[in-house]
Protein backbone atom coordinates (compact mmCIF):
# COMPACT_ATOMS: atom_id res chain seq x y z
CA UNK A 1 0.00 0.00 0.00
CA UNK A 2 1.07 3.84 -0.66
CA UNK A 3 1.54 6.03 2.09
CA UNK A 4 -1.45 7.26 4.36
CA UNK A 5 -3.61 9.13 2.44
CA UNK A 6 -5.86 12.04 3.41
CA UNK A 7 -9.25 10.83 3.50
CA UNK A 8 -12.33 12.94 2.29
CA UNK A 9 -15.50 11.43 3.32
CA UNK A 10 -18.52 13.19 1.61
CA UNK A 11 -21.90 12.23 3.49
CA UNK A 12 -25.40 13.00 1.73
CA UNK A 13 -28.68 12.91 3.45
CA UNK A 14 -31.86 11.32 2.38
CA UNK A 15 -30.11 10.45 -1.26
CA UNK A 16 -32.06 7.67 -2.82
CA UNK A 17 -29.98 4.60 -4.08
CA UNK A 18 -30.17 5.49 -8.08
CA UNK A 19 -30.51 8.99 -7.92
CA UNK A 20 -26.41 9.83 -9.17
CA UNK A 21 -25.80 9.25 -12.83
CA UNK A 22 -23.17 6.47 -11.95
CA UNK A 23 -26.36 4.31 -10.28
CA UNK A 24 -28.46 4.82 -13.01
CA UNK A 25 -29.99 8.21 -12.42
CA UNK A 26 -31.17 10.98 -14.79
CA UNK A 27 -29.93 13.91 -12.28
CA UNK A 28 -26.56 15.80 -13.85
CA UNK A 29 -23.96 14.69 -11.46
CA UNK A 30 -20.34 14.87 -13.53
CA UNK A 31 -18.27 14.74 -9.90
CA UNK A 32 -19.54 12.21 -8.09
CA UNK A 33 -19.61 10.05 -11.51
CA UNK A 34 -16.10 11.07 -12.59
CA UNK A 35 -15.07 9.66 -9.20
CA UNK A 36 -16.70 6.50 -9.85
CA UNK A 37 -14.75 6.54 -13.32
CA UNK A 38 -11.59 7.28 -11.35
CA UNK A 39 -12.44 4.42 -8.71
CA UNK A 40 -14.96 1.76 -7.32
CA UNK A 41 -18.57 1.47 -6.66
CA UNK A 42 -19.78 -0.51 -4.58
CA UNK A 43 -23.36 -2.58 -4.98
CA UNK A 44 -24.20 -3.91 -1.96
CA UNK A 45 -23.05 -1.31 0.83
CA UNK A 46 -25.41 -0.49 3.83
CA UNK A 47 -26.25 2.41 5.94
CA UNK A 48 -28.45 2.31 9.39
CA UNK A 49 -31.92 3.83 7.50
CA UNK A 50 -32.02 7.11 9.39
CA UNK A 51 -29.48 9.89 9.97
CA UNK A 52 -28.81 9.50 13.21
CA UNK A 53 -28.06 5.91 13.32
CA UNK A 54 -25.70 6.10 10.51
CA UNK A 55 -23.90 8.75 11.72
CA UNK A 56 -22.77 7.19 15.06
CA UNK A 57 -22.05 3.81 13.06
CA UNK A 58 -19.68 5.65 10.64
CA UNK A 59 -17.97 7.74 13.93
CA UNK A 60 -17.48 4.68 16.45
CA UNK A 61 -17.40 2.18 14.01
CA UNK A 62 -20.12 -0.14 16.52
CA UNK A 63 -23.77 -0.71 15.29
CA UNK A 64 -26.13 2.45 16.78
CA UNK A 65 -27.60 0.18 19.66
CA UNK A 66 -24.43 -0.78 20.70
CA UNK A 67 -24.04 2.80 21.28
CA UNK A 68 -27.23 3.82 22.69
CA UNK A 69 -28.08 5.89 19.77
CA UNK A 70 -31.07 3.31 18.37
CA UNK A 71 -33.87 2.14 19.07
CA UNK A 72 -34.75 4.80 20.08
CA UNK A 73 -32.04 7.37 20.67
CA UNK A 74 -31.01 7.93 24.61
CA UNK A 75 -28.53 10.24 24.60
CA UNK A 76 -25.82 8.28 26.88
CA UNK A 77 -22.85 7.83 25.84
CA UNK A 78 -20.27 4.86 27.75
CA UNK A 79 -17.46 6.09 28.70
CA UNK A 80 -15.49 3.73 26.14
CA UNK A 81 -16.98 5.41 23.18
CA UNK A 82 -14.67 7.26 21.14
CA UNK A 83 -14.80 8.15 17.31
CA UNK A 84 -12.69 8.09 14.40
CA UNK A 85 -10.54 12.01 14.93
CA UNK A 86 -9.64 10.43 18.61
CA UNK A 87 -8.58 7.50 17.52
CA UNK A 88 -6.79 8.78 14.15
CA UNK A 89 -5.03 11.45 16.69
CA UNK A 90 -2.66 8.79 17.65
CA UNK A 91 -1.38 8.30 14.65
CA UNK A 92 -0.44 11.96 13.78
CA UNK A 93 -3.98 12.81 11.32
CA UNK A 94 -5.59 16.20 11.35
CA UNK A 95 -9.65 15.69 11.78
CA UNK A 96 -12.01 18.31 10.36
CA UNK A 97 -15.85 18.39 10.20
CA UNK A 98 -18.22 20.66 7.97
CA UNK A 99 -21.99 20.51 8.03
CA UNK A 100 -24.63 18.33 9.72
CA UNK A 101 -23.60 16.37 13.28
CA UNK A 102 -26.74 14.61 14.84
CA UNK A 103 -25.13 12.82 17.25
CA UNK A 104 -26.02 12.32 20.36
CA UNK A 105 -28.42 15.19 20.81
CA UNK A 106 -25.25 17.67 20.84
CA UNK A 107 -24.41 19.80 18.36
CA UNK A 108 -21.51 21.81 17.65
CA UNK A 109 -19.32 21.69 21.15
CA UNK A 110 -19.93 17.45 20.74
CA UNK A 111 -18.36 17.82 17.68
CA UNK A 112 -15.36 20.52 18.50
CA UNK A 113 -14.16 18.15 21.35
CA UNK A 114 -13.70 15.28 18.75
CA UNK A 115 -12.17 16.91 15.41
CA UNK A 116 -9.50 19.39 15.39
CA UNK A 117 -12.13 21.79 13.27
CA UNK A 118 -15.48 21.77 13.00
CA UNK A 119 -18.57 23.47 11.76
CA UNK A 120 -22.39 22.40 12.14
CA UNK A 121 -25.62 23.47 13.22
CA UNK A 122 -29.29 22.89 14.59
CA UNK A 123 -29.94 19.26 12.73
CA UNK A 124 -33.81 20.09 13.06
CA UNK A 125 -33.41 21.99 9.87
CA UNK A 126 -36.59 23.78 8.27
CA UNK A 127 -34.89 25.41 5.44
CA UNK A 128 -31.93 25.08 3.13
CA UNK A 129 -31.01 28.54 2.75
CA UNK A 130 -28.14 29.93 5.56
CA UNK A 131 -28.91 33.81 6.00
CA UNK A 132 -25.23 34.64 7.27
CA UNK A 133 -24.43 37.41 9.38
CA UNK A 134 -23.00 40.02 6.37
CA UNK A 135 -26.59 39.33 5.03
CA UNK A 136 -25.71 37.17 2.49
CA UNK A 137 -28.45 34.08 1.88
CA UNK A 138 -26.60 30.84 0.95
CA UNK A 139 -27.63 27.33 -0.02
CA UNK A 140 -26.84 24.80 2.48
CA UNK A 141 -24.62 22.93 0.25
CA UNK A 142 -22.80 26.32 -0.76
CA UNK A 143 -22.40 27.33 2.86
CA UNK A 144 -20.64 24.17 3.92
CA UNK A 145 -18.31 23.64 1.15
CA UNK A 146 -16.98 27.00 2.02
CA UNK A 147 -16.27 25.52 4.98
CA UNK A 148 -14.49 22.94 3.91
CA UNK A 149 -12.65 24.71 1.40
CA UNK A 150 -11.43 27.17 4.86
CA UNK A 151 -10.44 24.17 6.54
CA UNK A 152 -8.25 22.60 3.45
CA UNK A 153 -6.86 26.38 2.71
CA UNK A 154 -5.97 26.32 6.79
CA UNK A 155 -4.41 23.04 6.60
CA UNK A 156 -2.20 23.75 3.62
CA UNK A 157 -0.74 26.97 5.00
CA UNK A 158 -0.52 25.19 8.69
CA UNK A 159 -0.37 21.41 8.03
CA UNK A 160 1.15 20.76 4.85
CA UNK A 161 2.58 17.05 4.60
CA UNK A 162 0.64 16.33 7.64
CA UNK A 163 -3.00 13.47 6.50
CA UNK A 164 -5.86 14.67 7.40
CA UNK A 165 -9.72 13.27 7.78
CA UNK A 166 -12.25 15.17 6.55
CA UNK A 167 -15.35 14.78 7.59
CA UNK A 168 -18.18 16.69 4.94
CA UNK A 169 -22.25 16.86 5.81
CA UNK A 170 -24.77 18.28 3.55
CA UNK A 171 -27.60 18.21 4.45
CA UNK A 172 -28.87 17.98 1.20
CA UNK A 173 -31.20 16.45 -0.56
CA UNK A 174 -33.34 16.36 2.76
CA UNK A 175 -36.81 17.60 3.59
CA UNK A 176 -38.25 20.15 3.16
CA UNK A 177 -37.27 19.96 -0.76
CA UNK A 178 -36.16 23.45 -1.78
CA UNK A 179 -33.31 24.54 -4.10
CA UNK A 180 -32.43 28.09 -5.87
CA UNK A 181 -34.85 28.81 -8.47
CA UNK A 182 -32.06 28.71 -11.33
CA UNK A 183 -31.36 25.03 -10.56
CA UNK A 184 -34.88 24.28 -10.41
CA UNK A 185 -35.78 25.76 -13.82
CA UNK A 186 -32.67 23.13 -15.39
CA UNK A 187 -35.16 20.19 -14.18
CA UNK A 188 -38.77 21.94 -14.78
CA UNK A 189 -39.81 19.23 -17.48
CA UNK A 190 -37.62 16.60 -16.98
CA UNK A 191 -40.14 14.60 -14.66
CA UNK A 192 -43.35 15.08 -16.55
CA UNK A 193 -43.52 11.44 -17.37
CA UNK A 194 -43.94 10.21 -13.89
CA UNK A 195 -42.40 7.94 -11.79
CA UNK A 196 -43.11 4.50 -12.91
CA UNK A 197 -41.07 5.44 -16.87
CA UNK A 198 -38.44 7.04 -14.39
CA UNK A 199 -37.83 3.74 -11.79
CA UNK A 200 -38.12 1.41 -14.74
CA UNK A 201 -35.71 3.37 -16.63
CA UNK A 202 -33.01 3.77 -13.88
CA UNK A 203 -33.63 -0.14 -13.04
CA UNK A 204 -32.64 -1.47 -17.04
CA UNK A 205 -29.43 1.03 -16.47
CA UNK A 206 -28.49 -0.59 -12.93
CA UNK A 207 -28.39 -3.88 -14.77
CA UNK A 208 -27.07 -3.21 -17.66
CA UNK A 209 -24.35 -1.37 -15.30
CA UNK A 210 -24.52 -4.62 -13.02
CA UNK A 211 -24.74 -2.76 -10.14
CA UNK A 212 -27.87 -4.95 -9.71
CA UNK A 213 -29.00 -8.59 -11.00
CA UNK A 214 -32.68 -8.34 -9.81
CA UNK A 215 -36.00 -7.30 -11.00
CA UNK A 216 -38.10 -3.85 -10.11
CA UNK A 217 -40.23 -3.56 -6.85
CA UNK A 218 -43.70 -3.35 -6.49
CA UNK A 219 -45.23 0.48 -6.12
CA UNK A 220 -46.57 -0.72 -3.22
CA UNK A 221 -49.49 2.17 -3.62
CA UNK A 222 -51.19 0.92 -0.13
CA UNK A 223 -48.21 2.54 1.84
CA UNK A 224 -48.64 5.93 2.80
CA UNK A 225 -45.74 7.99 3.96
CA UNK A 226 -45.18 6.74 7.59
CA UNK A 227 -46.23 9.83 9.73
CA UNK A 228 -48.99 10.99 7.63
CA UNK A 229 -51.87 9.21 9.29
CA UNK A 230 -50.99 10.73 12.41
CA UNK A 231 -50.59 14.37 10.84
CA UNK A 232 -53.27 13.82 8.28
CA UNK A 233 -55.36 16.57 9.31
CA UNK A 234 -52.93 19.58 9.87
CA UNK A 235 -51.03 18.45 7.17
CA UNK A 236 -54.54 17.98 4.66
CA UNK A 237 -55.40 21.61 5.15
CA UNK A 238 -51.39 22.79 4.14
CA UNK A 239 -51.31 20.71 0.94
CA UNK A 240 -53.43 21.98 -1.77
CA UNK A 241 -55.13 19.93 -4.34
CA UNK A 242 -51.90 18.66 -6.22
CA UNK A 243 -50.46 16.63 -3.27
CA UNK A 244 -50.54 12.61 -2.60
CA UNK A 245 -49.54 10.68 -0.02
CA UNK A 246 -49.29 7.81 -1.41
CA UNK A 247 -47.38 6.06 -4.36
CA UNK A 248 -50.38 5.15 -6.94
CA UNK A 249 -50.07 4.60 -10.31
CA UNK A 250 -48.72 7.80 -12.22
CA UNK A 251 -51.88 7.51 -14.95
CA UNK A 252 -53.87 8.14 -12.34
CA UNK A 253 -53.30 11.18 -10.97
CA UNK A 254 -54.76 14.46 -12.38
CA UNK A 255 -52.95 17.02 -14.23
CA UNK A 256 -52.61 19.57 -12.00
CA UNK A 257 -51.49 16.42 -9.66
CA UNK A 258 -48.93 15.34 -12.24
CA UNK A 259 -47.17 18.97 -12.48
CA UNK A 260 -46.96 19.54 -8.75
CA UNK A 261 -45.56 16.05 -8.33
CA UNK A 262 -43.21 16.67 -11.03
CA UNK A 263 -42.37 20.14 -9.79
CA UNK A 264 -41.10 17.82 -6.33
CA UNK A 265 -38.96 16.08 -8.26
CA UNK A 266 -37.32 18.69 -10.10
CA UNK A 267 -36.49 20.20 -6.42
CA UNK A 268 -35.34 17.31 -5.63
CA UNK A 269 -32.46 16.59 -8.52
CA UNK A 270 -31.64 20.50 -7.96
CA UNK A 271 -30.47 19.80 -5.10
CA UNK A 272 -28.40 17.01 -5.85
CA UNK A 273 -27.37 18.63 -8.97
CA UNK A 274 -26.21 21.78 -6.88
CA UNK A 275 -24.31 19.74 -4.25
CA UNK A 276 -22.57 17.57 -7.02
CA UNK A 277 -21.10 21.12 -8.18
CA UNK A 278 -20.10 21.80 -4.78
CA UNK A 279 -18.53 18.65 -4.25
CA UNK A 280 -16.48 20.16 -7.73
CA UNK A 281 -15.15 22.74 -5.58
CA UNK A 282 -13.87 20.59 -2.83
CA UNK A 283 -12.13 18.28 -5.41
CA UNK A 284 -11.10 21.17 -7.66
CA UNK A 285 -8.99 22.42 -4.06
CA UNK A 286 -7.99 19.54 -3.45
CA UNK A 287 -6.15 19.24 -6.70
CA UNK A 288 -4.68 22.56 -6.43
CA UNK A 289 -3.22 21.98 -3.39
CA UNK A 290 -1.20 18.76 -5.63
CA UNK A 291 -2.85 16.20 -2.85
CA UNK A 292 -5.98 14.88 -5.06
CA UNK A 293 -4.34 11.94 -5.91
CA UNK A 294 -3.06 11.37 -2.05
CA UNK A 295 -6.63 11.67 -0.66
CA UNK A 296 -9.17 8.89 -0.49
CA UNK A 297 -12.81 9.92 -1.39
CA UNK A 298 -15.74 7.76 -0.02
CA UNK A 299 -19.17 8.96 -1.41
CA UNK A 300 -22.42 7.60 0.16
CA UNK A 301 -25.82 8.61 1.43
CA UNK A 302 -27.05 8.53 5.18
CA UNK A 303 -30.13 6.47 4.20
CA UNK A 304 -32.64 6.13 1.46
CA UNK A 305 -34.93 8.70 0.14
CA UNK A 306 -37.58 9.83 2.42
CA UNK A 307 -41.22 9.57 2.54
CA UNK A 308 -41.10 10.22 6.58
CA UNK A 309 -43.11 13.38 6.36
CA UNK A 310 -45.30 15.55 3.89
CA UNK A 311 -44.78 18.84 5.63
CA UNK A 312 -41.85 19.44 7.63
CA UNK A 313 -41.60 22.45 9.88
CA UNK A 314 -44.27 24.98 10.17
CA UNK A 315 -46.31 27.82 8.35
CA UNK A 316 -45.52 26.15 4.89
CA UNK A 317 -46.85 28.37 2.12
CA UNK A 318 -48.56 26.92 -0.45
CA UNK A 319 -48.65 29.52 -2.46
CA UNK A 320 -45.03 30.26 -2.01
CA UNK A 321 -42.82 29.55 -5.65
CA UNK A 322 -42.07 25.93 -5.35
CA UNK A 323 -38.84 25.07 -3.58
CA UNK A 324 -38.30 28.71 -1.78
CA UNK A 325 -37.75 29.21 1.76
CA UNK A 326 -41.84 29.27 2.81
CA UNK A 327 -41.91 25.72 1.50
CA UNK A 328 -41.78 22.64 3.61
CA UNK A 329 -42.95 19.67 1.38
CA UNK A 330 -41.11 16.25 1.59
CA UNK A 331 -40.71 14.72 -1.31
CA UNK A 332 -43.08 11.90 -0.91
CA UNK A 333 -44.09 8.25 -1.87
CA UNK A 334 -43.97 8.13 -5.00
CA UNK A 335 -40.51 9.71 -5.71
CA UNK A 336 -39.33 8.06 -3.05
CA UNK A 337 -40.09 5.01 -4.85
CA UNK A 338 -38.26 6.48 -8.00
CA UNK A 339 -35.09 7.17 -5.84
CA UNK A 340 -34.70 3.95 -4.21
CA UNK A 341 -35.16 2.01 -7.66
CA UNK A 342 -34.95 -0.91 -8.41
CA UNK A 343 -35.51 -1.54 -4.30
CA UNK A 344 -38.36 -1.21 -1.67
CA UNK A 345 -39.75 1.08 0.49
CA UNK A 346 -37.91 4.35 2.12
CA UNK A 347 -35.79 5.84 5.11
CA UNK A 348 -36.47 4.83 8.29
CA UNK A 349 -37.65 0.81 7.09
CA UNK A 350 -34.85 -0.94 7.03
CA UNK A 351 -35.84 -3.15 3.33
CA UNK A 352 -33.47 -2.41 1.06
CA UNK A 353 -34.90 0.95 -0.18
CA UNK A 354 -34.04 2.06 3.29
CA UNK A 355 -30.67 0.80 3.95
CA UNK A 356 -29.12 0.52 0.66
CA UNK A 357 -26.21 3.29 -0.42
CA UNK A 358 -24.28 4.51 -3.14
CA UNK A 359 -20.59 3.95 -1.77
CA UNK A 360 -17.93 5.19 -3.66
CA UNK A 361 -14.37 5.03 -3.65
CA UNK A 362 -11.39 7.12 -5.57
CA UNK A 363 -8.06 7.24 -4.28
CA UNK A 364 -5.64 7.67 -7.65
CA UNK A 365 -2.15 6.40 -6.07
CA UNK A 366 -3.74 3.97 -4.00
CA UNK A 367 -6.60 1.90 -5.92
CA UNK A 368 -5.39 1.15 -9.63
CA UNK A 369 -9.06 0.32 -10.63
CA UNK A 370 -11.00 2.46 -12.53
CA UNK A 371 -14.51 2.50 -12.96
CA UNK A 372 -14.92 -1.36 -11.64
CA UNK A 373 -17.86 -2.74 -9.33
CA UNK A 374 -17.07 -4.35 -5.82
CA UNK A 375 -19.79 -6.86 -4.68
CA UNK A 376 -18.26 -6.92 -1.13
CA UNK A 377 -20.99 -7.20 1.59
CA UNK A 378 -20.38 -3.85 4.19
CA UNK A 379 -21.45 -1.19 6.07
CA UNK A 380 -21.03 2.17 7.78
CA UNK A 381 -19.48 0.26 10.95
CA UNK A 382 -17.00 -0.67 8.50
CA UNK A 383 -15.60 3.27 8.03
CA UNK A 384 -13.65 3.40 11.25
CA UNK A 385 -11.55 -0.06 11.02
CA UNK A 386 -10.74 1.24 7.03
CA UNK A 387 -9.36 4.75 8.18
CA UNK A 388 -7.37 3.11 11.32
CA UNK A 389 -6.19 0.62 8.35
CA UNK A 390 -4.96 2.94 5.67
CA UNK A 391 -3.26 5.29 8.94
CA UNK A 392 -1.16 1.80 9.88
CA UNK A 393 -3.24 0.56 12.25
CA UNK A 394 -4.37 -3.06 11.43
CA UNK A 395 -8.28 -3.46 12.58
CA UNK A 396 -7.16 -6.32 15.06
CA UNK A 397 -4.58 -3.72 16.33
CA UNK A 398 -6.96 -0.79 17.46
CA UNK A 399 -6.51 0.34 21.01
CA UNK A 400 -10.04 0.28 22.91
CA UNK A 401 -10.64 1.49 26.28
CA UNK A 402 -11.57 -0.53 28.57
CA UNK A 403 -15.09 -2.05 28.59
CA UNK A 404 -15.34 -1.30 24.90
CA UNK A 405 -16.78 -4.53 23.17
CA UNK A 406 -15.18 -5.86 20.20
CA UNK A 407 -15.10 -3.70 17.02
CA UNK A 408 -17.78 -5.88 14.75
CA UNK A 409 -16.53 -3.82 11.04
CA UNK A 410 -14.37 -4.79 8.89
CA UNK A 411 -11.40 -3.19 7.37
CA UNK A 412 -12.39 -2.40 3.15
CA UNK A 413 -8.87 -1.90 2.57
CA UNK A 414 -8.64 -5.36 0.46
CA UNK A 415 -11.66 -4.64 -1.75
CA UNK A 416 -10.12 -1.65 -2.82
CA UNK A 417 -7.60 -4.25 -4.92
CA UNK A 418 -10.11 -7.34 -5.09
CA UNK A 419 -13.87 -8.44 -5.62
CA UNK A 420 -14.84 -10.35 -2.84
CA UNK A 421 -12.20 -9.86 -0.33
CA UNK A 422 -14.32 -9.06 2.37
CA UNK A 423 -15.78 -11.46 4.49
CA UNK A 424 -18.71 -11.35 6.87
CA UNK A 425 -20.91 -13.89 8.50
CA UNK A 426 -24.28 -11.01 9.17
CA UNK A 427 -25.20 -7.47 8.88
CA UNK A 428 -27.66 -6.40 11.62
CA UNK A 429 -30.36 -4.06 11.31
CA UNK A 430 -32.73 -2.50 14.08
CA UNK A 431 -34.21 1.04 13.47
CA UNK A 432 -37.32 1.98 15.86
CA UNK A 433 -38.87 -1.50 15.84
CA UNK A 434 -37.77 -2.19 12.24
CA UNK A 435 -35.79 -5.34 12.15
CA UNK A 436 -33.66 -7.16 9.63
CA UNK A 437 -30.37 -9.35 9.33
CA UNK A 438 -28.20 -10.28 6.53
CA UNK A 439 -26.17 -13.12 5.90
CA UNK A 440 -24.83 -14.43 2.98
CA UNK A 441 -28.07 -14.10 0.36
CA UNK A 442 -30.34 -14.26 3.06
CA UNK A 443 -32.16 -11.41 4.36
CA UNK A 444 -34.62 -11.26 7.48
CA UNK A 445 -37.35 -8.79 8.06
CA UNK A 446 -39.71 -7.40 10.24
CA UNK A 447 -41.18 -3.98 10.28
CA UNK A 448 -42.68 -2.42 13.04
CA UNK A 449 -45.47 -1.00 14.89
CA UNK A 450 -44.80 2.41 14.20
CA UNK A 451 -44.67 1.75 10.60
CA UNK A 452 -48.24 0.38 9.82
CA UNK A 453 -47.55 -2.98 11.25
CA UNK A 454 -48.42 -4.71 14.15
CA UNK A 455 -46.68 -6.25 17.21
CA UNK A 456 -47.36 -9.79 16.12
CA UNK A 457 -46.28 -9.06 12.25
CA UNK A 458 -44.51 -12.10 10.48
CA UNK A 459 -40.96 -12.06 9.90
CA UNK A 460 -40.18 -12.11 5.85
CA UNK A 461 -37.42 -13.93 4.52
CA UNK A 462 -35.89 -13.03 0.84
CA UNK A 463 -33.21 -14.49 -1.00
CA UNK A 464 -30.90 -11.51 -2.30
CA UNK A 465 -29.09 -13.12 -4.88
CA UNK A 466 -32.34 -13.52 -6.99
CA UNK A 467 -34.66 -11.01 -5.34
CA UNK A 468 -33.05 -8.00 -3.59
CA UNK A 469 -36.06 -5.85 -4.52
CA UNK A 470 -37.73 -8.09 -1.92
CA UNK A 471 -41.04 -9.31 -3.72
CA UNK A 472 -41.13 -12.65 -2.97
CA UNK A 473 -41.38 -13.66 1.09
CA UNK A 474 -39.90 -17.54 1.31
CA UNK A 475 -40.57 -17.69 5.03
CA UNK A 476 -43.82 -19.98 4.25
CA UNK A 477 -41.64 -22.22 2.04
CA UNK A 478 -38.61 -22.05 4.64
CA UNK A 479 -39.41 -22.20 8.20
CA UNK A 480 -36.46 -23.94 9.30
CA UNK A 481 -34.14 -21.03 7.47
CA UNK A 482 -37.10 -18.45 9.20
CA UNK A 483 -35.98 -19.82 12.25
CA UNK A 484 -32.12 -19.87 12.11
CA UNK A 485 -32.43 -16.11 10.91
CA UNK A 486 -33.93 -15.23 13.40
CA UNK A 487 -32.32 -17.31 16.35
CA UNK A 488 -29.03 -15.16 14.71
CA UNK A 489 -30.79 -12.03 14.66
CA UNK A 490 -31.75 -12.36 18.71
CA UNK A 491 -28.21 -13.24 19.17
CA UNK A 492 -27.28 -9.76 17.56
CA UNK A 493 -29.59 -7.99 19.57
CA UNK A 494 -28.96 -9.49 22.78
CA UNK A 495 -25.31 -8.77 22.31
CA UNK A 496 -25.10 -5.74 20.63
CA UNK A 497 -27.65 -3.36 22.96
CA UNK A 498 -25.97 -1.52 25.19
CA UNK A 499 -27.58 -0.57 28.31
CA UNK A 500 -27.03 2.90 29.96
CA UNK A 501 -24.50 2.19 32.91
CA UNK A 502 -22.69 -0.56 31.25
CA UNK A 503 -19.15 -0.13 30.70
Not at 69 to 87: K, L, N
Not at 166 to 194: L, S
Amino acid sequence: MTSRPNILLLLMDDMGFSDPGCYGGEIETPNIDRLAANGLRFSQFYNAGRCWPTRSCILTGYYAPQVCMDPPARGYRAPWQREIPQHLRSTGYRSYHSGKWHLFNAREPEAQSRFDVSWGYDIEQFTHFFHQPDGRTQFSATAITDHALACLDAHQAGHAGTPFFHYVCYTTPHFPVQAEPQDIAKYMDRYREGWDALRERRWRRLRESGIVRCGLSRREPEVPAPHYLAHKAEWDACFGPGEIEYAVPWDSLTEEQQRFQATKMAIHAAMIDRTDREIGRILDRLQAMNVLEDTLVLFLSDNGASAEMMIRGGGHDPGAPPGSEATHLCLGPGWSSCANAPFRRHKIWVHEGGVATPLIACWPNGISARGELRHDMGHCIDFLPTTMDLAGVKPEDIPLPDGAPPLPGRSLVPAFHRDGSVQRDHLYFHHEGNRALRAGDWKLVNESQVNRGTPDDPWALYDLSADRCEMVDLAGKMPEKCQEMRALWQHCEDTYRTKPGDE
